[in-house]
């Protein structure tokens, strides 16, 4: 028998089994609620093993496989038991009847806002994460590896980091809303410094060499001999953004209207986002300066503003303002994209990368002599 048959069959009645004792250990009325919660346990417990195999490869053989069947298989089914809690979860999580019960009218501590926020950030999350698992999915075949190639399905494939570390994150948020035993919340953090720790030895292992690109400096005279040197692209798209949220982030906070009274819920909770639009909209201008000027600080800069004033705005808005889960997932959503968006770019650009950082992956400039002195 082949041996991917082998491991899809093992992990088959891994997963049929656990979702088959949870359905027949309770009333029929609550099936649908326990399989939501134990194909999420199944899907992290997986996750974790897909995660945990380059670095056990890594310690006993010094390198990392740069494709693995059972890495592999084992990831298709984390996504396949993810995406049934999803849509188990969506069917009874996504109402009011449930936002009455653990959100809004909760017994137990922590409080309505906190519950709000909580509820808002681990659905976002929840359909990050459900967009990764089809876009894992999809990657899945040898067919995807020869088309992409494995440079490009590498990396590609790295989006399963950010999987995990978002399902970790959407569970926390998830147990405090719900009030799970401890014992449950205490798996997730077993699992989840396994999975750091394991990563932290495979990465120490083989000092960073297997796990990031490798650049090559370049002088300014071959930078600008290079076609994506200058400003152009994507580049202008980003700053053409740039300029609009700017004019439009200050329009809305010094507008006379009631625009932001009728957004965020009342005159207090205007009067503080004025602040906070602000804030936000100075902080396009470094770069909206930099680009221009080709200044190598631009990245690094644009980042941490970026960063700054998404963490500002995200804070104030979950935490302060007390807005229904609602308003808040749709203000997070946007605000997340806006900030990936820019983070992703500023840091994987070659435009970006060749013209501030002055240097390029190594794979692309020819083995050439280097000269003493």
């Not at 088959?12 to 359905?23: D, E, T, Y």
Request: aromatic share 12%.
């Amino acid at each position: 028998m082949n041996t991917r048959v082998k491991n899809h069959l093992l992990l088959f009645m891994i997963s049929g089994v656990s979702l088959g004792v949870a359905a027949v250990s309770g009333p029929g009325a609550g099936v649908a609620d326990r399989l939501s919660i134990v194909s999420a346990y199944v899907c992290l417990a997986l996750l974790a093993v897909a995660l945990l195999i380059g670095p056990l490869n890594v310690l006993r053989k010094g390198r990392l496989a740069s494709n693995s069947y059972v890495r592999r298989d084992t990831g298709i089914w984390a996504a396949l038991n993810g995406l049934l809690h999803f849509y188990l979860a969506n069917v009874l999580s996504m109402n009011y009847e449930y936002l009455a019960l653990f959100v809004d009218n909760a017994a137990l501590p922590p409080t309505a806002a906190i519950r709000n926020s909580l509820y808002s950030l681990g659905t976002i999350f929840g359909y990050i994460i459900a967009v990764l698992f089809i876009v894992l999915l999809l990657l899945s075949s040898d067919w995807m590896l020869r088309k992409l190639g494995l440079k490009w399905w590498k990396r590609i494939q790295r989006l399963s980091y950010l999987g995990f570390a978002l399902t970790a994150l959407h569970s926390f948020a998830f147990q405090v809303i719900e009030t799970r035993p401890l014992v449950w919340v205490a798996v997730v953090l077993v699992i989840t410094a396994l999975i750091c720790i394991g990563q932290y030895l495979g990465y120490r292992s083989v000092k960073g060499n297997m796990l990031k690109e490798q650049w090559r400096s370049l002088s300014l005279a071959d930078a600008r001999s290079k076609k994506l040197y200058g400003f152009g692209g994507w580049l202008i798209t980003f700053y053409v953004i740039a300029l609009f949220l700017l004019v439009w982030q200050l329009f809305g906070a010094l507008s006379t209207g009631d625009g932001l009274v009728k957004m965020f819920g009342n005159v207090d909770n205007a009067a503080i986002m004025r602040v906070v639009l602000i804030i936000k909209a100075l902080s396009w201008i470094p770069f909206l300066i930099l680009v221009p000027l080709r200044k190598p600080s631009m990245p690094a800069v644009t980042i941490v503003c970026v960063l700054a004033t998404f963490l500002l705005e995200g804070i104030t808005v979950n935490f302060f303002l007390g807005l229904p889960a609602m308003k808040l997932i749709g203000v997070n959503v946007f605000n997340a994209l806006i900030a990936f968006s820019f983070v992703a770019y500023l840091v994987a650009s070659a435009r970006v990368n060749t013209t501030y950082r002055l240097r390029e992956p190594a794979a692309v400039l020819p083995k050439q002599p280097v000269a003493k002195g």
